[in-house]
């Protein structure tokens, strides 16, 4: 609760051009986790079979179940800052409509609580992957020594 009356505070002196500015910045930063994504996929399919192995085969699963999730979630939040990029005329017209430019800032409120949640989930996900991998390649590497 605390974090979300210190990002309430800290919407209320926003303006439309930082707004723009984070808007631009997360889609930035999604985009670039899309690829990522991709990234995984392909690292996944290289991977097929060490990951089927029996004794991991249940964490493994679960571990890319979560990427695709995480890849449908990433979708999902790059539709939602389109969409709320594209309201920011709300903002900057010289029309004084408080109710929608208050709904507007709560909005811009919950996607930096929802963004900063996906990236925090997003670098867990990301280091549980990695820690695999890093445990397959010394696995080989050990099997090529021997």
């Given at each position: 609760?605390?974090?979300?009356?210190?990002?309430?505070?800290?919407?209320?002196?926003?303006?439309?051009?930082?707004?723009?500015?984070?808007?631009?910045?997360?889609?930035?930063?999604?985009?670039?986790?899309?690829?990522?994504?991709?990234?995984?996929?392909?690292?996944?399919?290289?991977?097929?079979?060490d990951l089927l192995e029996p004794p991991k085969f249940v964490h493994n699963k679960e571990?890319?179940?979560?990427?695709?999730?995480?890849?449908?979630?990433?979708?999902?939040?790059?539709?939602?800052?389109?969409?709320?990029?594209?309201?920011?005329?709300?903002?900057?017209?010289?029309?004084?409509?408080?109710?929608?430019?208050?709904?507007?800032?709560?909005?811009?409120?919950?996607?930096?609580?929802?963004?900063?949640?996906?990236?925090?989930?997003?670098?867990?996900?990301?280091?549980?992957?990695?820690?695999?991998?890093?445990?397959?390649?010394?696995?080989?590497?050990?099997?090529?020594?021997?």
């Open positions: 609760m605390k974090n979300a009356q210190t990002h309430s505070r800290y919407v209320d002196w926003l303006n439309a051009d930082q707004m723009h500015k984070n808007s631009k910045e997360w889609l930035s930063e999604l985009r670039f986790i899309k690829d990522e994504h991709l990234f995984f996929e392909d690292l996944i399919k290289s991977y097929t079979l571990i890319i179940d979560k990427i695709s999730k995480s890849k449908k979630r990433n979708k999902l939040l790059i539709k939602a800052i389109k969409v709320h990029a594209n309201k920011l005329q709300i903002m900057l017209d010289e029309i004084e409509q408080p109710k929608e430019e208050e709904a507007y800032k709560k909005e811009h409120l919950n996607l930096i609580i929802d963004i900063s949640e996906f990236e925090k989930k997003y670098r867990i996900l990301k280091m549980e992957l990695f820690d695999i991998i890093k445990t397959i390649k010394k696995h080989q590497k050990q099997i090529l020594l021997i």
